[in-house]
Structures are given as C-alpha cells and as structure tokens.
C-alpha cells in the first residue's frame, strides 16, 4: 500500500496546502513538509530488500482492457530518485518560504510544486509504461504553470510556453515509442519490458521505437539540440529552477533512460545516437555558460552541459560508464541544487543577476559566499568533493570507448575541454561573485547575509557535497549500489569509491581540466571578445516566429477548408461518404445474394412507380417550392403505404400521421419564405450535384440489394417470445418500445422535447413578415378561416380525440400506441389552428405545450422509477387484469403509464414547434397582444 | 421485388442528395424529408421485406422482424423533430439575415469577404 500512498499524498498536500495560505508562509511551508516527511518514512522500510536487490510491486487493475494498471515498483533506481525528489524538495520548500515575498501567491506556488513532486515520484516509481507517461506529462504541465508562475512577466509565459511546446512535443514521440515497446513485448509492466531486451532490440521495429523514447529523453533532459528550452526556463521562481530545473524534472529523461538501460541499450545504434548527442551537448553547455553573465543563466548552461555528461555516459554503453552516470545524477543534483539557491540569495540580496554588477560580495555575505565556493569547486571538480569522483570516473570511462581510428580521441579530448570550460565558469562563478572588486550599481545596497533559515538548505547540500567527497564509500555506497545494481539488472561490475586512485590518467586530464580552465579563466577578456563576434541567436525569437508562422499556415488552412459556406460543407461532406464507403463496398462484391429475388405484383410495381416519378419531379421542380411540396406529400405518403404493403402496420400509421404533420410545418414555414427558388447555380455545377446524387443513389440501390437478398438472423425472437409472456402485450412492436427497449424510448422523447424547447427558443423574440403575396402577382386570399372547413373541423375534435384514446388503448396488443396516439392528437388540434386560427384556438387551450412536454417526461420516468421502490431495475414493467364495468376484462400493464408520457411529449413537442412557427408573424403578435389587454 | 425496393431507395437518396446540395434552405429542408424517407426505408427493411406478417402475436403463422420496426417506429418522429428544427433554423436565418440562402448570405463579392476574412485573423 505505501508506494500508491508516496505518489498520491504530495497531490493531497496540493489540495491541502493552500488552506493554510491565510496563517502565512511558515505556516503553509511546514503543512507542505508533511508529504514528503510521510512518504519518506513510508519508504524507509523497504530499504533493506532493496539493499539485497529486490523490488518491492504494489499493483491494482484499472484498465486491464487496455494494459493499463495502477502498478508501482520500487528498486534502487527509484529509490534513488524517489530521495533526491523528496529530500531537496524539502529543503526547497524551507528555501521557498524565504524566497518568496509575503504578498505572493504562496498558495498557488505551494500547490503546484507538490503536485510536481507527486507527479515527478509518479515517473520513478510507476511500473507501467502507460502510467508513467500520465506523470510524465504532469510534470511536463507543471512546469509549464511554475516556470510562468510570475504571469505578469512577458519572458515567464515565453519561457514557459517553450518549455510545454519541446517537452509536451518530445512526450508525444515518447507515448508512441511506449505504445511500440508494448506492443513488441505484449505488456507495459516494466518488469515484462525489461525482461525483454533481447526480443526488443532484435525487432525490426527497434530502431524506430528507440529513436522515439529518446526523443521523450532527449526533450525532457535538454540534450542537444533540443537544450534551448531549460536556459528560457529561468524566468521561473528560483526554487523551482533549483528544484525542477537542475536536480529533479530534467533528470527524467536520464532516468528513463537509466529505467529502460537493460531494454534498449547495448546497440550500435543506441551508442551512437546518445553517446554523439551527449557529447554534443556536454560540450556545447560547456562553452554557453562561459559566456553568459546572467548568473542563473551560467548555471542553466551548465545543467545543460552536465545533463549532456550523464547521457554521454549512459550512451557509451559500458557498465561501469552506467555506474558514473548514476553516481553523477546524485552529485549534480546537490551540488547544482545548492548554486542554485545561493544564486537566489544574491538575487534576493542584491536585486540583480548580473555577474558584471555583482562583485566582491565576500565583504558582504561571507557566510554565503563559503557555501557557493564549497558547491561551485565541486561543479568545476576540485578533488575532495564529490563532483570530482564522478568526473574523473568520466575521465576513465571516455577513455575505454573503442572508436575506429582518429574518433578514438574524440571522446577524452571532448571530455577534457569540457572539463576546462567548467572549470573556467565555476571559477567565473566565484571569483566575479564574490572578488574582482567592488559591486557596480547594486538595486540593493548593501547586501548582507540572507535569513538565517534561507542558508540552512545550502548547508545541508553543501554538506553533502563535501561529506561523498571525502567518504563516498560510507555515504553514498549501498545507494549507489543498489541505483546501479537496478539500472544494470543486477550485473554490477566491480568498481571502488575512493578519493584516489593513484596517479593515472584520468588524474592527468584532471589536472589538465583544472589549470587549463584557470588559464582560460584568466585570459577570459580573449573569450570574451572572440565569442563577441559571432552573433548570438535568440532562441526564444526564432521559436516565437516559428510558432506564429505555424499558426498564421494553421489559420490560413482552416479558413480555406471553414470558409463559411454551408453549401459547400454539404458538397464535401456527401463527397467523403461516397469516397469512404466506396473501397469497403466494392470489396464486397455482391450484387444479389444466395436468396435471390422474388416477384413483383403489380399494385406494389405501380406504387413504386408513382413514388420514384413522384421523387424525382420534387427534385426536378424543386425551384417552384409549393409544387415540390405537394409532390413530396405524395413520396411521404406512398412510403406510409410501403411500411404496410411490407408488415408494418405500426410504422404506416406512423409516417401517415407525421406526414400531415411535416407538411402543415412545411407548408407554414413556405408562408414566410419565398415561394419561388431563384436560378444561383451555372449549368455545369447543377451537372456536377447531379452526378454526385446519381453516385449516392447508385451506391444505396447496390447497398440494399445486396442486404436485402442476404439470409440473416435476428435477435428478435427473443422479442417476439417474450412479448406475451414477459411485456403482457400481443404487439410486438409497441412492446419493445415501451418495455424491451424503454429506455431508448426514454432517450428518444427526451430528444424530442429539447427539439421542441429548441425550436421555441430560436423563436421566441422573432418576428418575421410573410410577403404580401404568393410571389408571382397573386395575392393571398381574404378569407383566411373559411366557414366551410371552420364548420366541419370543429365537430372533427372529439371524434379525432376519441380515436386517438382507442388507438392509445389498444396499442399493446394492436397496431397503435403512444407515439401515434400523440400524432392523431395533435393532428386535431393543428386543424383546429388551421381553420379557426392562432388566436382563437390559442384561448380555447386552456394549458401550455410546454407542460404537457414535462409533464410527459414526468409520467415517462415515473413509470420507470416506479419500479425502482419495488427492488426492481429501473423500467421494468409490470402488469395485471382488472374487470371494469361495461367494458368487460381489460389488461393495465405498468408500461402503459410509460406510453402515456410517449403520448403526451409528442402532442407538446409537435404543437410547440408548429405554434411557435405559427406565432412568427408580427401579425398575430399584436392581434394576441390587443386581446390579451 | 427486393430490386424494386432498392431502386426506390436509390431513387429517394439521388433526389434527396440533388436538394441537399442546393444553395436555399427550403430545398435542403425537403431534400432532407427525402433523404430520411430513404434512410427509414433502408432500415426497416433490414428485417427484410414479408408479406402479411405483421408482428402482432397470434394474428399470423410467420412474423416479420419487429425490431427495425420499432427502430424506425421512433426514427420517423425524431425525424420530423429534425426536419422542424432545421425549418425553423431557415427560418430564423431568414429573419436575421433577411435572405434564404443556406450561407446566410447571398454569393458575396470581394469586400464582404474581405471583411469577414478581417474579422477572422483580427486585424
């Protein structure tokens, strides 16, 4: 349970932290402690099966369907990182609490550093790939919010965006190389993968997979040439720099490099693309930083440089270069860590970064001054600290890489020279700081010594550093060992922890490293000025113009694929289901089936003729739009003929009695619209759309045939079954909708309301004028509600009302039912709106459609529900016999409760749409209005 | 039979098509009526076509399939539910826009559309 319990508190503490903003920083400093305190006791019991090599798993299932499991692992690899992201994170929530001014958003700042810490021990103790990546991506974001955490400042949101662009970018190629690694090993459980080595790396996919990991490595761990992005990253809080900058976030990349070692390293290809780019960035950092004066900027660089000499190491391939490479991420850490919070100091001490302002502080901060000498001397590898023993196991190991020929001396000499530029900036660092005369135009002045608290963190570091100089073998021995014996699989080679190993070598380019960077130092005016002449490339100029050149093309694309026309997105749109449909339909290959066709008689021949005749006319006269109206009354109605021609007396009714309904709409809205659709397009794209609808026609003709002349199963006989037995109606229809399928149903009238609301709410505050006339010179009639048809639709009400309640009834056992019922309903009712009209109807409806719609949705869910208090599942029905009077004995099954909400949404759907429409004209407006005063 | 059904279907999806592509909207509105008629149709007759086999228990020997029946059953009135908000759509533009057009506004020349393109990039 504990490792789930590590990862998840420092997000507890985020949510908790900012509670305790209002007691002040000390107060939310020392609630923010207590994760990392926790976790790190929760961890310590397991330090002796890690120290005899074991692993500790802690797994639960979450998305087995996917390969995805909340399955946390600890070895000596994560326990390394798991200490070094808990320990300095403790010590820099302590450095925060000075660093940061009373009137700052501590709370926010507090939050987000503990949601980095989770996230970041999220990377090194997950055990899946998948949910490694989740982390992965969370300290990727933020990052993103704690290097802009100054939002005011235009360089922050400019740095932090960088960030997010190159490592989100980098964690995108990741997530595709852990989802080719899964699929080559068939697991993302990381004991799985790297028990696979040798099947990955034979696989033709290798190559491809590694290079997209390491693009994620390379990215997060700022290797070349991708290292642009960590210098901007300093617009951040100074603790965040120190914290996720140098020691923790950008180790990621080394990590997994460190975690997926035993799967993936050991090839050319492996040794070549990391070791080239370690190189590369080793020493390019090396030489940036020389020149930089922006002591944050210095020490940027030379992360860069460093990070450059850990993936160096990992990429020469050698196991003891293994062993250096973890032994450096520990000794990096604290020694970068600690310049980076005395670099903080002298800001908050000074007001200023700039090395050419910032002279002869010892005078001022002696105490300071000590510690960042301490911690600079092991940056630059001054034997007796602890920067010295990685570097000079760096040394040895630059020596062994077996190049062909003259690349042979690449590596040492790299190493070397890289050694005198750091050698030169750490003495930069301490000689321009803290010597070299006096403070030119300090903002503050005088500086003095920080907050007695602040220097207790760069204490301890520094302590650190000095304490692994001098007994490596006691301090960090079995850390180490147990870091290396996970990275490597447990194959450790022999290697010792001390401070001397007698004159050799790599002492020798030591030596070589150590006053070749004092000379370089002391000739620095030389560098200065030949650096001088090349002119430096802003970075964060040539990404931003990058980026708006992207978003420039990126708009220009979506404006000429979005321009607009409605017309056109229909073109396109059929275009690509013709196109899509086309490959799977050809493949098909069939025209008729094994059934084959059977007759035609001819009243069906006649019919079909008259709706297919009837069809095309609409299309062919579409321009006078009353015409294609009337036409299309007729294709309506033959369809409602078809559905009974073919057994489907429910659906005839049905589309008989939407059928009136949609051409009163049709014929309402042509009231307001222009009767007569003007010639717009040219002949050639009217042949075009044309032959477009005959490829869409054509292609549904094949499609059907050949369904239709296939033998199928169907799940319906269980429906039909049933129906009696388990619904208690004969009509198998009505049953599966409002039992087998009542929630569908549900969903479906639910639809069917918002439609409605919808359409009432587009409407509501619109007025529309109809045109004086029919459009072509005709006027419209005076008599609006002629006598005749007013006469005989009134006494058509209670008639139509009484079939439609004997239609309701009946629906469970014989054609009919809710949603017919409705229809027949509102049909009545919308001739009575035809004949006598809006107003006049309007005050004999004594209620508003908009209840009846609720009030169906009301008994719909009710009916549902009702079955809930029974124990049963939601919807089930239930039904029984009763004796009434007169009519004898009569089924009532729950479900009819269902149909009547059916019911009555449709009649308040369909009746709010149409008087919606109906109420359009300004006309009936004030006439209603006069009526209503 | 089957051949006749799926001619009919063809016939319904080409006229529905040709409207849907025209340039106003009460054309579309019932080039889409069309094209639902066509796409009921297809539906229903997954369950292949029978004669006389009204799924009403105890009324035949042979039922046809009441699944797609129930399907469409609910498609026809969600489809009129669609055609009414999409004419009511029309509409609207027709009362903001004082046009029919489906683009909201009638073939514009090049300084509308250069106003609009401006109103886009923000510029």
């Given at each position: 349970m504990s ?6 508190l ?10 305790f903003?209002?007691?002040?920083r ?7 402690s207590?994760?990392?305190l ?55 929530i ?47 974001l ?11 400042k235009?360089?922050?949101?400019r ?11 980098g ?21 799985d ?13 290798y ?9 994620g490595?390379f ?5 070349f040439?991708?290292?642009?992005w ?14 996720l ?22 090839t ?6 990391v ?6 960035t ?7 930083a ?13 992360t860069?440089?460093?990070l450059?000499?850990?993936t160096?190491l ?18 990096h850490?604290?020694?970068?860590a600690?310049l ?10 000074t ?11 010892w005078?001022y ?10 911690a ?27 190049l ?22 750490s003495?930069?660092f ?23 608290y ?26 180490l ?20 190993h ?23 005016q ?12 802003d970075?964060k ?16 694309l979506?404006a ?33 089936g094994?059934?084959?066709l ?17 069809a ?26 078809a559905?009974?021609?073919f ?10 009695s ?22 717009e ?15 869409a ?5 094949l ?5 239709l ?45 918002i439609?409605?609301?919808g ?9 529309l ?6 459009g ?7 008599d609006?509600h ?32 809710g949603?017919?019922a ?23 409806v ?7 719609i ?39 099954a729950?479900?009819?409760?269902f ?13 709010l749409?149409?008087?919606?429409i ?5 006309h ?6 006069k009526?209503?005063? | 039979?089957?051949?006749?059904f ?15 592509l ?7 509105v ?6 639902s ?27 046809s ?9 609910t ?14 759509l ?13 683009d ?15 109103e886009?990039?923000?510029?």
């Amino acid at each position: 349970m504990s490792l789930p319990l590590v990862v998840l508190l420092p997000f507890l503490g985020a949510i908790a932290a900012p509670l305790f903003a209002q007691g002040g920083r000390t107060a939310i400093a020392i609630a923010s402690s207590v994760p990392a305190l926790i976790a790190l006791a929760a961890l310590f019991p397991h330090w002796q099966t890690l120290a005899d090599g074991g692993v500790v798993l802690h797994s639960f299932e979450w998305l087995p369907a996917l390969g995805i499991s909340l399955s946390f692992r600890l070895d000596g690899l994560s326990l390394l990182f798991a200490l070094l992201i808990l320990i300095i994170g403790l010590l820099i929530i302590l450095y925060a609490r000075y660093y940061l001014k009373a009137k700052e958003n501590v709370g926010k700042f507090y939050a987000l550093l503990l949601c980095f810490k989770g996230s970041m021990l999220g990377i090194v103790l997950s055990s899946n790939l998948l949910l490694m990546m989740i982390f992965w991506e969370l300290t990727s974001l933020t990052s993103f919010l704690l290097i802009s955490f100054w939002t005011h400042k235009q360089d922050a949101r400019r740095g932090a965006r960088m960030a997010l662009a190159v490592t989100g970018g980098g964690g995108l190629a990741l997530l595709a190389g852990i989802l080719l690694i899964g699929n080559i090993v068939g697991s993302f459980e990381l004991d799985d993968v790297l028990a696979a080595g040798d099947l990955i790396k034979a696989h033709s996919l290798y190559p491809v997979a590694l290079t997209l990991v390491l693009l994620g490595a390379f990215t997060k761990s700022a290797q070349f040439p991708f290292h642009f992005w960590l210098p901007h990253a300093m617009q951040a809080p100074t603790p965040v720099s120190a914290y996720l900058h140098s020691a923790t976030m950008v180790k990621a990349g080394v990590f997994l490099m460190a975690r997926l070692y035993p799967a993936l390293a050991g090839t050319e290809q492996w040794f070549y693309m990391v070791s080239f780019t370690g190189m590369a960035t080793l020493l390019l950092g090396a030489y940036t930083a020389m020149f930089k004066h922006d002591l944050k900027g210095l020490l940027a660089h030379s992360t860069v440089s460093h990070l450059g000499l850990i993936t160096l190491l990992f990429g020469m391939g050698t196991k003891l270069a293994a062993v250096a490479a973890v032994f450096h991420v520990i000794n990096h850490a604290t020694f970068k860590a600690s310049l980076f919070m005395a670099a903080g100091i002298i800001d908050h001490e000074t007001g200023t970064r700039d090395m050419r302002r910032i002279n002869g502080l010892w005078r001022y901060m002696p105490h300071t001054a000590t510690l960042a000498m301490v911690a600079a001397s092991s940056m630059a590898g001054v034997p007796l600290l602890n920067g010295f023993l990685s570097k000079e196991m760096f040394f040895a190991e630059s020596l062994e890489l077996n190049l062909p020929g003259l690349l042979a001396w690449l590596p040492p000499v790299i190493a070397t020279l890289a050694g005198i530029f750091a050698v030169a900036y750490s003495a930069r660092f301490i000689h321009d700081v803290f010597f070299n005369g006096k403070p030119v135009d300090l903002p503050i002045y005088p500086p003095h010594e920080p907050p007695r608290y602040m220097k207790i963190p760069v204490e301890i570091l520094a302590f650190a550093c000095i304490m692994v100089g001098i007994f490596p073998a006691v301090s960090v021995g079995p850390l180490l060992y147990a870091a290396a014996s996970a990275t490597l699989g447990g194959d450790v080679p022999e290697y010792h922890l001390t401070i001397a190993h007698g004159f050799n070598l790599p002492l020798l380019m030591s030596f070589v490293a150590f006053f070749g960077g004092l000379l370089m130092y002391s000739q620095r005016q030389r560098f200065f000025d030949f650096h001088a002449r090349f002119k430096e490339i802003d970075e964060k100029a040539v990404f931003e113009a990058v980026v708006s050149r992207v978003v420039a093309k990126a708009q220009a694309l979506t404006a000429w694929i979005e321009n607009g026309s409605l017309q056109r997105y229909a073109l396109w749109l059929v275009i690509s289901v013709v196109a899509v449909s086309f490959v799977p339909l050809a493949n098909l290959g069939i025209f008729v089936g094994e059934n084959g066709l059977s007759p035609v008689d001819w009243p069906t021949g006649l019919a079909a003729a008259v709706l297919g005749i009837c069809a095309l006319a609409t299309a062919a006269f579409h321009r006078d739009r009353f015409y294609a109206l009337i036409l299309l009354s007729v294709v309506g109605l033959v369809v409602a003929l078809a559905f009974a021609r073919f057994s489907a007396p429910d659906l005839a009714m049905t589309q008989l009695s939407v059928e009136v309904v949609t051409i009163v709409l049709l014929m309402l809205a042509l009231y307001y619209m222009p009767s007569w659709t003007p010639i717009e397009t040219t002949t050639p794209r009217r042949v075009r759309d044309v032959v477009i609808a005959l490829i869409a026609g054509g292609g549904m003709t094949l499609v059907t045939l050949a369904m239709l002349t296939q033998p199928f199963t169907s799940i319906s006989d269980f429906f039909l079954a049933n129906s009696k037995p388990g619904g208690g109606g004969t009509n198998v229809v009505n049953v599966i909708l409002v039992d087998f399928r009542g929630f569908d149903t549900l969903g479906e009238i639910t639809v069917l309301a918002i439609a409605a609301l919808g359409i009432y709410a587009m409407l509501k505050n619109t007025a529309l004028t109809p045109p004086p006339g029919d459009g072509q010179g005709h006027a419209w009639s005076r008599d609006g509600h002629p006598l005749m048809l007013k006469l005989i639709a009134r006494p058509m009400l209670p008639l139509a009302l009484m079939v439609s309640v004997y239609i309701f009834l009946r629906g469970h056992n014989l054609p009919g039912g809710g949603f017919i019922a409705g229809l027949i309903t509102s049909v009545a009712l919308i001739l009575q709106y035809i004949a006598s009209g809006m107003i006049w109807t309007q005050d004999r409806v004594r209620f508003k459609y908009h209840n009846v719609i609720g009030l169906g949705l009301l008994f719909a869910v009710i009916a549902g529900a009702g079955s809930l208090a029974f124990n049963y599942p939601f919807l089930t029905s239930t039904f029984g016999y009763i004796t009434w009077p007169v009519v004898g004995k009569f089924e009532v099954a729950s479900a009819m409760i269902f149909d009547l909400g059916v019911y009555l949404t449709v009649i308040g759907a369909t009746l709010l749409a149409l008087v919606s429409i109906g109420r359009l004209s300004p006309h009936s407006a004030i006439k209603s209005k006069k009526e209503g005063a | 039979m089957e051949l006749l059904f799926a001619l009919t279907i063809g016939v319904l999806t080409s006229s529905g098509v040709y409207l849907l592509l025209r340039a106003r909207t009460f054309p579309v509105v019932v080039g889409l009526t069309l094209l639902s008629y066509a796409v009921n149709l297809f539906l229903f007759s997954t369950g292949r076509l029978a004669t006389g086999g009204q799924p009403i228990i105890g009324s035949t020997a042979s039922y046809s399939d009441p699944l797609p029946q129930a399907l469409v059953l609910t498609a026809i009135v969600i489809g009129f539910a669609m055609t009414a908000f999409v004419v009511v759509l029309s509409l609207r533009n027709l009362a903001d826009n004082d046009d029919d057009h489906v683009d909201g506004h009638q073939g514009e020349d090049n300084e509308t559309q250069l106003t609009r393109e401006k109103e886009v990039t923000g510029k």
